[in-house]
């Protein structure tokens, strides 16, 4: 098995479908051999330590290789919103983020698109980006992959999701994910202790992101258990709240509520059990204010994100 990223046959994730990508087919994760973008936004939304003043400069990549039934970004990941771009306009992108006063480069969801990033901010790096790239992504990844963008890649932003086999292949058809993700989140770890800049912003290390799904807390708790042991005191816990239920995709399950008030005040007892060091974790904040749009130019609130660039306009300059 070829361990070098490349689009053909595609190994890239560990759906393993080998999909012949470099003549231009798609894959499972619905994408070919071209790097396909929704938008580039400052955001406010993400942690203290990623966000500083000027924002995280992220990058939303269309399609995905888990394909959870309650993405909030369907329109991009299962849906294809987007536009290919060259690594030369890749890299423009990267730059105009840094201009606006950016303080990463965060890249969302790029898994099947990793040829073409190391290509692309190998390409912004010569030409004047400074900033850390954080890759956010599900932690659905290969070892291999790992390996591979650790020349590329200063921050790690997994979201490990469940500890669950049986709720892997319910929600994401993908029994292996409790497993093959906390491979890659350790090998994501290994050789990146937490450093920060003088601001205090962190421009290296690993915070593990999980999304709390309603009715699981037990779950959750799993989780929490195997951060503790295994990346207790060397990275950041970063607890979501934010799950929303959306139309689920078609003939396919998901949580249909949010997370109660009371299922809440659950989670704070639970996370306050465990000596977790620093980290965060989200207020329950009821409706939809995290369900973006990326059919409008600004697919976030105002308070939470400035687009530099999106598919359908191009460059924009952020208001
Ligand atoms: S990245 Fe896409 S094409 Fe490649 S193995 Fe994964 S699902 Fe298949």
Not at 25 to 37: H, P, T
Not at 249 to 258: D, F, I, K, N, Q
Request: glycine share 10%; with cysteine; net charge negative.
């Amino acid at each position: 098995m070829p361990d070098a990223p490349s689009y053909g046959p595609c190994l890239l994730c560990p759906r393993l479908c080998s999909a012949d990508r470099g003549s231009g087919g798609k894959g499972r994760c619905g994408q070919n051999n071209q790097v396909r973008l929704a938008l580039a936004s400052l955001h406010f939304g993400e942690e203290p330590v990623l966000v500083g003043k000027g924002g995280s400069g992220t990058v939303f990549f269309s399609g995905c290789t888990l394909g959870c039934t309650f993405c909030q970004n369907h329109q991009i990941s299962k849906q294809g919103l987007g536009r290919d771009v060259e690594a030369p306009e890749f890299a423009a992108i990267c730059l105009a983020l840094q201009t606006a006063g950016a303080v990463n480069i965060n890249l969302v969801t790029g898994t099947h698109f990793i040829p073409g990033i190391i290509e692309g901010i190998g390409l912004a790096r010569a030409s004047g980006l400074t900033l850390p790239v954080l890759w956010n992504s599900s932690g659905y990844e290969r070892v291999e992959m790992v390996e591979a963008l650790k020349g590329t890649v200063d921050v790690w932003l997994p979201d490990y999701k469940t500890r669950q086999s049986a709720t892997a292949a319910r929600y994401f058809l993908a029994p292996d994910y409790p497993e093959v993700a906390a491979a890659a989140i350790l090998a994501m770890a290994a050789g990146y202790p937490l450093e920060y800049d003088e601001a205090g912003l962190l421009r290296r290390g690993l915070i593990l992101r999980h999304l709390v799904l309603p009715g699981q807390l037990d779950d959750s708790r799993a989780v929490l258990t195997w951060f503790a042991q295994h990346l207790g005191g060397r990275a950041l816990p970063s607890i979501m709240t934010q799950y929303t239920p959306i139309q689920a995709l078609a003939g396919r399950p998901a949580p249909a509520s949010a997370l109660s008030a009371e299922e809440y005040a659950r989670l704070v007892a639970l996370i306050d059990e465990f000596d977790l060091g620093e980290g965060f974790y989200q207020e329950l904040v009821p409706g939809s204010e995290w369900l973006p749009d990326f059919a409008r130019p600004n697919p976030f609130s105002a308070e939470l994100s400035r687009p530099v660039w999106h598919y359908a306009l191009g460059f924009v300059t952020p208001k």
